[in-house]
């Protein structure tokens, strides 16, 4: 009986470990959800920016700093981080979802320019 | 208890992995949407609206000329000639809608104003009364069960429809035009009906500012929400 916990244990400590860094990361995004939907956008994009120091290569991080740079108008940096998160995961169908959006209306901005110039 | 260990050793890394793993959650950003054409680049003139119909008095449309030059004037930077210098200096000329699809006559009366573009169109405004019913379940002490009966309304329905352009002075030719249109109804039983029909007036108003507002959203740089996925 003893050996089978021991397993247990032996196999569960990584795991441990990732869940104490994933909750972390988890409550950062839990909150700057909360406040995006508040609205809160500037406090929102510096929790993800947190989270993407401590987990460069977290593509959920990446794409929800990019939806809220792009709330802010900061729209070049929205569309690094986009690209970024579509990188990470590139079969994340909210990731394509969201930067085909944003290409859409950036195509819509540019085309207004060129209209306006022309 | 070897089986209880057992499935604990299943579940553990499932939940370790399975941690975290949440939906999209929907959220709105405001996104500047451009205009199809830059006004500010005109000094522009509202011209009353013509009635689409030869009927029409056409009264109606310079109030809602009025309305369109109120809402223009929200537009920042825009160059906009006061409706009382438009009705000075149009004073004893009659506008047709000939003459709104004449480019030598738009490019005199932009030239006679001192405008590089005019905003004007045509109106359609109009009503509908159409009787409609619904049925309601009422308690019969007679029959002692409840009986289906239909209940008879009628719905007025106004709507305007307005074809609004706007016109250059050097071409004399729209640079942008289109229909938009609005409706409003309001609910009423036969006695309000023929009474509204002698003494109401169109809400005008709320029409108007429905169908311009389209319009606006065409010529002026405006915020629209849209939907975009945050990851958990």
Known sequence: ?118 | MRRVAVRLLILIPLIALGWGCGGAEKVWVRVSVPSEVDITRYRLAVLPLLPLRDEDDGEAGESIAYFLQRELRKVKGIDLLSPAEVKRTLEGERLTKEMLESPSEMIDICGELGVDAVVTGTYRLYHVAEPRRYYVDRYSPILRRYVTEAVTYYVKTYYLKLHLMVIEGEKGEPVIEGDFESSYSEPHNLGTLVLSEVADKPPLQKLALGAISQFMMRIAPHYEREERFLLR
């Open chain 1, 1 to 118: 009986m003893r050996p089978v916990f021991l397993l247990i244990i032996l196999i569960s400590f990584p795991f441990i470990g990732c869940l104490a860094e994933k909750s972390l990361i988890d409550q950062y995004n839990e909150f700057a959800i909360r406040a995006a939907k508040e609205g809160l956008w500037r406090e929102a994009a510096f929790r993800w920016e947190r989270i993407i120091q401590i987990d460069p290569r977290n593509a959920k991080a990446h794409n929800n700093l990019a939806v809220a740079y792009e709330a802010m108008g900061r729209l070049d940096e929205a569309e690094k981080h986009y690209k970024l998160a579509l990188e990470l995961d590139p079969d994340n169908k909210a990731i394509q979802e969201n930067y085909l959006r944003f290409k859409r209306s950036q195509r819509r901005r540019e085309g207004a320019g060129e209209k306006g110039s022309g």
